[in-house]
């Protein structure tokens, strides 16, 4: 039996459609697009045979693309979105997240506290 190999945290980006700003000067060997096309490459040459997406910013635009990525790329076996934990709707913001394109996807939420 052959084992899956599955890379457990990657991201995707594209620094000329939005804001990273954790994307500051001490990273500008990776402030270019790194999407879909990149990733897959990279997948084959590693051995790795799916991934799990995370989150790059508190958006829940980018949530929805992650799932609609997911959803398009067999590759990509889960989604770490973003939604706002504090919210009094949260409920119902994961709600729709599970009924977006790639909702079965969403495998978990990362609030990352320290941006705030």
């Known amino acids: 039996m ?3 190999v599955v890379d457990a945290h990657h991201h995707l980006w594209d620094p000329a459609r939005a804001d990273y700003p954790w994307m500051t000067d001490d ?18 040459a590693s051995g790795v045979d799916a991934t799990v997406l995370v989150q790059t910013r508190s ?7 992650f799932l609609a990525t997911a959803a398009a790329t ?11 934990l504090a919210s009094p ?3 119902d913001d ?10 079965d996807r969403l495998v978990g939420i ?4 320290h941006d705030e």
């Open 27 to 44: 990273l500008a060997a990776i402030r270019r697009r790194f999407d879909v096309s990149d990733l897959v490459p990279v997948l084959d």
């Open 94 to 103: 994961l709600a729709a997240l599970r009924e977006a394109p790639g909702g």
């Open 2 to 4: 052959t084992a899956l």
């Open 110 to 113: 990362r609030h990352q506290v």
């Open 59 to 65: 958006s829940t635009a980018e949530s929805r693309e």
């Open 89 to 91: 709707a949260v409920a």
């Open 74 to 84: 067999p590759r990509i076996a889960g989604v770490v979105a973003w939604t706002d």
